[in-house]
C-alpha cells in the first residue's frame, strides 16, 4: 500500500524550532519530487516546499524562505522539514505529499499539527 | 503571484443533483490544474489533474475541464460522501504550487 506517515508535531513557543518527518512505504521513494503543504486552522492549502527527486533542487514559498529547510534521505524513504524561528502564523496542520503526474500532488500522509504558542 | 479564485464559496445541492465548481487563475499558465477533494478531518484527495484527467480510483461522476484562466470541475449526481469542500490547484515554474480558497458543497 502506498502510505506517507508524518510525525514531529507539537506545541513550541515563538522563536522555537521543529523537525518533521515523513515515512514514505508502498513505491519508490528516490523517483518523486516531494512537497510539505500546511493548513492553517479552519483556512484552505497552502504550499510549504518541496524537493526534487535526489535532493539537487529545493523550493520554498516565500513566507518561510530562510526558516524552513527541506531535506530527505532516500536510504530510510523519509522527507524532513526542519522549522526555525516559528511564528504564530505557521501553526497548522503539515502534511507530505507526494508530487506525481503534470505537477499534482496524488498521495497524502494523514498530517500532523503544529502549534506555536506561548 | 497566480491567484486562483473558486466560486461559489459555498454550494448547497440535493443528493443526486449535479454540482458545477469554478476556479479562475489570475493568468494564464499550461493545464496543471488540479482538483482535491477533502472531507472532513482528513487530508485532501486527488480527484482531477491535467484539468480533466480523473486520478486513479475516482468515480465517473467526477469530470474536470477548462483551460487557460476557468476551469470546472462537474459532479454528475451527487452521493452523500460527495459533500466536502474542494480545492483547485494550479502549478507554474515561477511560482510554485497555489491553491484556491476552497467550495463547500453542503446538503441542501
Known amino acids: 500500500e502506498v502510505q506517507l506517515v508524518e510525525s514531529g508535531g507539537g506545541l513550541v513557543q515563538p522563536g522555537g524550532s521543529l523537525r518533521l518527518s515523513c515515512a514514505a512505504s508502498?513505491?519508490?521513494?528516490?523517483?518523486?519530487?516531494m512537497s510539505w503543504v500546511r493548513q492553517a486552522p479552519g483556512k484552505g492549502l497552502e504550499w510549504v516546499a518541496n524537493?526534487?527527486?535526489?535532493?539537487?533542487?529545493?523550493y520554498y514559498v516565500d513566507s518561510v524562505k530562510g526558516r524552513f529547510t527541506i531535506s530527505r534521505d532516500s536510504a530510510k524513504n523519509s522527507l524532513y522539514l526542519q522549522m526555525n524561528s516559528l511564528r504564530a502564523e505557521d501553526t497548522a496542520v503539515y502534511y507530505c505529499?507526494?508530487?506525481?503526474?503534470?505537477?499534482?500532488?496524488?498521495?497524502w500522509g494523514q498530517g500532523t499539527l503544529v502549534t506555536v504558542s506561548s | 503571484e497566480v491567484v486562483m479564485t473558486q466560486s461559489p464559496a459555498t454550494l448547497s445541492v440535493s443528493p443526486g443533483e449535479r454540482a458545477t465548481l469554478s476556479c479562475r487563475a489570475s493568468?494564464?499558465?499550461?493545464?496543471?490544474l488540479a482538483w482535491y477533494q477533502q472531507r472532513p478531518g482528513q487530508a485532501p484527495r486527488l480527484l482531477i489533474y491535467?484539468?480533466?484527467t480523473r486520478a486513479t480510483g475516482i468515480p465517473a461522476r467526477f469530470s474536470g475541464s477548462g483551460s487557460g484562466t476557468e476551469f470546472t470541475l462537474t459532479i454528475s449526481s451527487l452521493q452523500s460522501e460527495d459533500f466536502a469542500v474542494y480545492y483547485c490547484?494550479?502549478?507554474?515554474?515561477?511560482?510554485?504550487?497555489?491553491f484556491g480558497q476552497g467550495t463547500k458543497v453542503e446538503i441542501k
Open positions: 508502498g513505491f519508490t521513494f528516490s523517483t518523486y519530487w
Open positions: 524537493i526534487k527527486e535526489d535532493g539537487s533542487e529545493k
Open positions: 490547484q494550479q502549478y507554474n515554474n515561477w511560482f510554485g504550487w497555489t
Open positions: 491535467r484539468a480533466s
Open positions: 493568468q494564464s499558465f499550461s493545464d496543471n
Open positions: 505529499a507526494r508530487v506525481g503526474r503534470f505537477y499534482a500532488f496524488d498521495i
